[in-house]
């Protein structure tokens, strides 16, 4: 297949020369790619490894494309040269078989990571130190989604302060502890929805003071403790669809928090507790039949 040199829409006054071999059957990186593309596309192939110094030197690239390979190893050095500090670049490393051999070196010699894709691979476990080496590399986006990520160890995002986004969605989460996120005190968008969370310990958000929205759809939350945020963020928007959430002390101070400040948006809010063995549903406007007990559990909650 051959490769094409069209131009990619680029910033500024100048246009990017991108590079696609996708479909192409490729086992390797291949050597012909231009030294000035800035966009190149590798998707969809074989590759199974990426070796040291066959990225080296392609400074204008600002995205890098290998999603849809065999990708199961990442050698120390393969993104050495790759990319520049005038440049920020985007990598695509969604839909390979990445386990957890992922370590710091991998990624030794990002010089400026815009945003960083690695869903969609067999990661279970995040490490300590595992993204260490992109502390210069200034990461904005990164995101771990559709993996089966069971545990995060204390420090896994060590050396990521500068992180805006991190997507943790559709993992087998099951229970949140403040260690997981030290180091994500610039973090503004946290996607935690569709895993198996339970229980989310106290103090676990509390160091987020630049958290802005927090999905936490679709797991098995039957309460959550105001104690999880100790002072929940100023213009908060918090995502509760699809929990089995039950009316009780532990969530009154949700409808605290919409008492202290504007409400600007609540969307479809409704509380469930139990009456007569059975759930009952009680929607915004009504009370819960429990006297003392929270009349509304919000499904999406944003105050300032």
């Not at 908060?236 to 948006?265: A, D, M, T």
């Amino acid at each position: 297949m051959a490769a094409s040199g069209k131009d990619g829409g680029g910033g500024g006054g100048g246009r990017l020369k991108a590079f696609h071999r996708n479909h192409a059957g490729l086992t390797d990186i291949p050597r012909d790619i231009p030294p000035h593309s800035g966009v190149i596309n590798l998707s969809k192939n074989k590759i199974s490894i990426l070796r040291a110094g066959r990225l080296r030197n392609f400074t204008n690239c600002q995205a890098l494309d290998l999603s849809y390979n065999n990708i199961a190893l990442i050698e120390p050095g393969s993104f050495e040269g790759l990319g520049s500090v005038k440049n920020p670049l985007r990598l695509f490393l969604s839909n390979n078989y990445l386990e957890n051999s992922i370590r710091s070196e991998m990624w030794k010699g990002l010089k400026n990571v815009l945003r960083l894709e690695v869903a969609f691979n067999k990661i279970t476990h995040l490490r300590r130190g595992m993204f260490l080496s992109l502390a210069e590399a200034k990461l904005k986006e990164l995101n771990l989604g559709a993996n089966n990520i069971l545990q995060i160890a204390e420090g896994s995002f060590a050396g990521l302060s500068t992180l805006r986004f991190l997507r943790l969605s559709d993992n087998q989460l099951k229970h949140l502890k403040p260690s997981m996120f030290s180091g994500l005190e610039m973090i503004m968008y946290l996607f935690l929805e569709e895993n198996k969370i339970s229980l989310i310990g106290e103090g676990t958000f509390a160091n987020l003071k630049s958290l802005h929205r927090l999905c936490l759809t679709g797991n098995k939350l039957k309460s959550l403790n105001g104690l999880a945020f100790n002072h929940p963020t100023r213009h908060l928007q918090l995502e509760l669809r699809e929990n089995p959430l039950e009316c009780s002390e532990r969530l009154c101070w949700i409808k605290k928090s919409l008492s202290g400040g504007h409400v600007e948006k609540i969307d479809k809010a409704e509380c469930n507790t139990l009456k007569d063995k059975k759930l009952v549903k009680s929607h915004l406007a009504e009370q819960c039949p429990e006297p003392g007990q929270c009349w509304v559990v919000l499904l999406v909650l944003s105050t300032s």
